[in-house]
């Protein structure tokens, strides 16, 4: 899927200070992060690498988020609004956004996507190779230890799922889910692959 939906040349800036409001939106739990603006090269800097760069009104100058405090904002998609005048940025943020230290600047907290940010820090420890990591060792053994891996863990679900103990049952489900995030990273997917084909079977009817 296209990141962008548009051309810089089609978005309509402000006659007045070449400006177009930016809405910046968590990529995984949705949150709304911050509005921010941009001008042409702000924009085409932002395209041109994997951090968002903005345009200071009270600075008169250009601003990449986090350039002091380490917080960037890692895009993932841009999307242009009917009207063309404004822009919706889906981000990966690198710690809070706010510069109050809050997730988002209009104080909601950003605590859904949990399971996508676990995703996330799976990857982490094997790219990395973390060195003491069970994700990591578990991955370095290969594909059929990963998969026997979650064939143990479902069983185990199934058997708790016979009785009704609460604790063990949601523990099982737990680790099936934990090691089954394992196994998409060793395949080379992630869960917004599998979310793409239920969304595509239209399982909500």
């Known amino acids: 899927m296209n990141p962008i939906n548009f051309r810089i040349e089609d978005l309509n800036f402000q006659p007045s200070d070449g400006l177009v409001p930016v809405i910046v939106q968590d990529a995984v739990s949705l949150r ?30 250009l601003w990449m988020k986090g350039e002091s405090s380490g917080h960037f904002l890692y895009w993932k998609k841009i999307h242009l609004d009917c009207d063309r005048d404004t822009l919706l940025i889906q981000a990966l943020p690198q710690g809070p956004t706010c ?34 990591s069970y994700t990591n060792a578990l991955y370095r053994k290969g594909i059929n230890k990963v998969a026997q891996k979650v064939g143990e863990e479902a069983v185990e679900l199934v058997i708790e799922a016979k009785d009704n103990n609460e604790s063990l049952f949601l523990g099982e489900a737990a680790d099936l889910l934990y090691h089954y995030l394992v196994l998409l990273k060793a395949k080379g997917y992630a869960l917004s692959d599998v979310e793409e084909v239920l969304r595509s079977r239209n399982v909500s009817q």
Do not use: P, W
């Not at 994997?50 to 008169?60: C, L, M, N, T």
């Not at 988002?104 to 996508?116: E, L, P, R, V």
């Open 32 to 61: 709304v992060l911050m509005l921010g603006y941009m001008n042409r090269e702000a924009l085409a800097l932002t395209l041109a690498g994997d951090k968002v760069v903005f345009y200071s009104r009270s600075r008169q100058r």
């Open 99 to 132: 510069h109050t230290g809050t997730d988002s600047c209009f104080g909601m907290d950003n605590a859904d996507g949990f399971i996508y940010r676990l995703g996330q820090t799976i990857a982490e420890k094997i790219d990395s190779n973390e060195v003491g």
